[in-house]
């Protein structure tokens, strides 16, 4: 795991020691919302994703042990639907 200090762009302890406390405030505060912003963000997508495949379990026309509807797989295709095995 690299040292902080070997990370290029990150202030040494003796730079930011010298920083006034309101600086290093604002500084803290800036890392934590590029933390915590994108954890966030992948949190939402994590969910509409899964909501995305439950919804597309939910409309296919196939089941687990095969179509529901194999007469209507060519209807499905001329509508732009994907008609593929389920496992």
Do not use: C, W
Not at 2 to 11: L, M, S, Y
Not at 28 to 36: G, Q, T
Request: negative net charge.
């Amino acid at each position: 795991m690299p040292v902080v200090a070997d990370v290029p762009g990150v202030p040494s302890a003796e730079e930011l020691s010298a920083l006034p406390a309101a600086e290093l405030a604002a500084r803290l505060a800036e890392a934590y919302r590029l933390i915590v912003e994108p954890s966030a963000q992948n949190e939402r997508l994590a969910a509409r994703v899964g909501q995305l495949e439950r919804q597309a379990r939910k409309d296919s026309l196939l089941t687990e042990h095969g179509r529901a509807f194999p007469q209507l797989e060519g209807l499905a295709v001329a509508l732009g639907y994907t008609v593929t095995a389920r496992g």
